[in-house]
């Protein structure tokens, strides 16, 4: 018998497993890990006899933890595998300065109902979090699932987050939200696990996982558009650093007179290309632009709005040049809203790296557009609640 626990992350584990536990625990974790895999890629991933694997894999598909469905694998027949869809469900929920997007997805990774909705500006988390509450119930409803069928709930913030203290890391950033405790708050209203963590983070490990960065060891995701942020995955981990303020990229100085930044400090990257500062200038030939429409009209070849994001581009260029030369990631992968301009905004970004970096030519990290999208943050989100599942065996009942 076998049960599916969330691992309660203000305790650490700490006890005794036996050999076969632990072998159990390794190709639960390869698979949450990789997705689904043939029993000779989790032999190989996990270091296990290929008889070892087998046994384990075929326990755990009869006690319905694992599910196996036939497949090939370089023209021979394989046997694919996942965890079980059966075993509960997760939540991702992304909140950006304007929208939120919400999904519900099985364990095995498979997004069962997605929704998503723009917020006022200047958004608060109490109005938000009730909103979390209803979506949840029409989203669980759609699929004919009850909160019980709820293992964890994943949440991605805008802003640099403090896992000690559970709130945002630096006050100011995102004031409707400042000082609230969102991950307790969330638990003691649905009675599930809650799990709070940078957008930006989760979004590295959603490409990490699934997009534009997976296999990597070492990368860096950079987030482009109201505001500018990155995740740093570092030996195959995404890297929050000492008090979850990592990556803050948006808030390094590129010009020391340069404009004032939301953070109070001036010249910052993100003062200069994030959002708002593309927008500024304009606005006054064009009111009511938005980001999208920037992007929308440089594609179609508006001179200015190229020229805008040619130049965003360069300032995260030099931005980005310093990052590589202190952490030598092997691929950069570029999101958010600027990013769907492609080349327009990479060439220049990319061209900057080149002429700023250390690393010789063939030592420079490729440069590329994400896979996720807009999505890149709840389905990270997502992986990062499915990785502190743990399935546990219940001697007691055998
Ligand atoms: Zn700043």
Redesign the pocket.
């Known amino acids: 018998m076998y049960r599916v626990l969330v691992a309660d992350h203000r305790r650490t584990p700490g006890s005794q497993t036996s050999l076969r536990e632990a072998n159990r625990g390794r190709i639960v974790d390869t698979i949450k890990k990789h997705g689904g895999l043939t029993q000779v890629e989790l032999a190989g991933l996990t270091g296990l006899s290929p008889a070892t694997v087998s046994n384990i894999v075929k326990e755990l598909s009869t006690a319905g933890v694992l599910h196996t469905t036939p497949s090939t694998r370089s023209g021979r027949r394989a046997q694919n595998v996942t965890l079980a869809h059966a075993l509960g469900l997760v939540v991702g929920v992304h909140f950006s300065t304007r929208h939120m997007r919400m999904a519900l997805s099985d364990v095995a990774g498979t997004v069962v109902s997605e929704t998503h909705m723009p917020l006022a500006k200047d958004h608060r988390a109490d109005n938000e979090l009730d909103r979390v509450m209803l979506l949840l119930a029409d989203m669980l409803e759609s699929v004919d699932g009850a909160m019980s069928d709820v293992l964890a709930i994943g949440i991605a913030l805008p802003a640099p987050y403090d896992q000690s203290t559970g709130t945002i890391a630096r006050s100011g950033l995102m004031r409707g939200w400042d000082g609230v405790e969102v991950a307790e708050v969330m638990e003691r209203r649905l009675g599930r696990p809650v799990y709070v963590d940078n957008a930006a983070n989760l979004a590295a490990l959603g490409e990490l996982r699934m997009g534009a960065a997976r296999g990597k060891e070492n990368a860096v995701y950079i987030d482009v558009g109201d505001g500018i942020g990155a995740g740093l995955i570092l030996g195959g981990r995404v890297y929050t650093g000492h008090s979850g303020i990592a990556g803050e990229l948006?808030?390094t100085i590129i010009r020391e007179d340069g404009p004032l930044?939301?953070?109070?400090?001036r010249g910052?990257l993100?003062?200069i290309a994030g959002g708002p500062a593309i927008l500024e200038p304009l606005r006054s030939a064009r009111s009511g632009l938005k980001l999208q429409d920037v992007v929308i009209h440089a594609m179609s070849g508006d001179s200015a709005c190229i020229r805008a994001i040619a130049k965003a581009g360069e300032a995260i260029g030099i931005a980005t040049a310093n990052l590589c030369n202190v952490l030598d990631p092997e691929r950069v992968v570029v999101g958010g809203e600027l990013a769907r301009a492609g080349e327009l905004l990479l060439g220049p970004l990319r061209r900057e790296v080149e002429r700023s970096i250390v690393a010789g030519f063939d030592a420079i990290p490729d440069i590329v557009q994400d896979q996720l999208g807009a999505r890149a943050s709840t389905l990270g989100a997502i992986a990062y609640v499915v990785d502190r599942v743990s399935i546990q065996r219940e001697e007691s009942l055998e």
Do not use: D, I, L, V
């Open positions: 948006g808030h930044c939301r953070c109070g400090n910052c993100e003062a």
